[in-house]
């Protein structure tokens, strides 16, 4: 089996792992946990869509059902976030409900649109180092998109687990990921003048 069937289908699931949640804890009248219900819900919809249409082909790789089902479990602990928030009945300021909204929305986008450019890239320019659009200051704007995402998602419960589980997806397996693929296009006689001008997560600006 292909890893990314364990991951799109913890992903999809999520919207309903989350109304389970709300069932259990009667949380039917908690806005907070509609909105994270809406954030998260729907991104897991999204990327099942953006697997299906432009997927990530590391997520094409053959695994086992043991390491499939270490994917589902460590992929799930970020559904301690809205156990946390539902069964504390946790209701944030509208600030900061707005602020999760707009990280949300602005991680979608440099997520997506990101992820489209570099499939479109590959399929059109293959062999050409992609360091333009939305690529040009940042050398992994995907990751940026998903980190804004993510942390749209740990402050809705205003607790301090699940920040340290993105902490540690962060520490575990997307920073090594985001060196290891610059060990790889290192390759590129342009690539240098490119991380000069470049963050690895963050863009930079100044440069």
Known sequence: ???????DSHKGATAIAVIAMMAWHGAWDQTAAWVYLALHGSYGVFWVLKSRIFGDKSWEAATGLGYGLVIWGGLSLYWIGPWLLMSRGVEPHPGILALCIALYCSGVFLHFASDMQKHMHL??????????GLWSRSRNPNYLGELLIYASFVILPLHWAPPLVLLAFMSIIWIPNMRRKDR???????FQTWKAR??????KILK
């Open 1 to 7: 089996m292909k890893q990314k069937y364990f991951i």
């Open 123 to 132: 399929a059109h320019r293959p062999g050409v180092l992609l360091s333009d």
């Open 184 to 190: 790889s296009l290192a390759r590129y006689p342009e």
């Open 198 to 203: 470049s963050g690895l997560l963050f863009p």
